[in-house]
């Protein structure tokens, strides 16, 4: 094992490099279940955004195990849960700067795969440690630098503005981060879903506008969503397609691919990725505002904007930002219904912006 894997709290080992054991456990506990007979596994309800965060959590601590005490490998996952090991592991999280709420997050996926994986699991040791770290976590980000939805829809009204040279990268790249940010503060995907945004699958023509469209398999709570694009952004979206699209699609950098039907284009002429998507929001967003604002933040800041504008409509922001169970939404904001909830929130944001101008 490399010095590199043995000191990342973050190095998350691929199922492919878990013990054989673990990987034919997984499989089973992944297997779907039947109707009428319970031969499923445990993790089969789950979806796959689910499963996917579970097999990183334990990618993490087979990655611990291996590097500090690598003879536990060879036990059960059950009989790998003593408390020297977990004790261990937690400072080793704490070490590398992880908050008390991010370790339990890690002590909660170590849980429900070590169950899912073997019977024999006596879950009270870590629901102990959960338990104790959960009464002290305090959150180590503070929220107060999020903007209120309409000034984020101002500044990348401001950023398209800014883009008059057509024949120019850097003016490109403004009016591709502009739509990106205020398509962000009016519908407030996910992440996963703003980078793996495609032509003709997810933005669709619909008469003079845009639908905005993603399966149940897209989205993370399993339930699709079909949305209209707001007014205010479909003569800039056909300006973005028309114009600065190809501007980006004829770049030619290092990391040039093929575009296909990606709508977010990189300087490199390629799909424009996670890490990249969020390094141009977080740094226009620095430039304007003092501070660094990241993509799932724009969440915050539209059920922020609802809470404050008018605290009658604050039930819009559950559907509004794709959450099925109303115990998820009231750690936030509260609940609704669908397409409602984006039609008050961009009346919302119009009333917000009228009121300035």
Sequence with gaps: MTSELATSSRTC???????????????????????FEDDGGGLAHLAEVSRNKYAKGWGRWVAFLTSHAADALDLTPAARCTKAHVQAYIDHLRDAGNSDGTIVNRLGELMAVTAALDPAFDPRLLNRYIATLRSKAKPVRSKSHVRPADELVDLGVRLM??????????HALAFRDGLIIAFLALHPLRRRNLVNFELGKNLLRQGAGYIVSFSGSETKNGAPLELPLADMLVEPMNQY????RPVLIACRGRWTRDVGASVWVSSDGSPLGQEGMSGRIELRTREAFGKAINPHAFRDASATTLTIADPARVCSAAPLLGHRSLATTEKHYIQATGLEAQRSFLKVIAEARNAKS
């Design 241 to 244: 397609l028309r114009i600065w």
């Design 161 to 170: 503005e800014s883009a008059t040279d057509r024949g120019d990268l850097e």
């Design 13 to 35: 080992w691929p199922i492919g490099k878990w013990p054989v054991e673990d990987q034919q456990q997984w499989t089973k506990a992944c297997a779907p279940q039947s109707l």
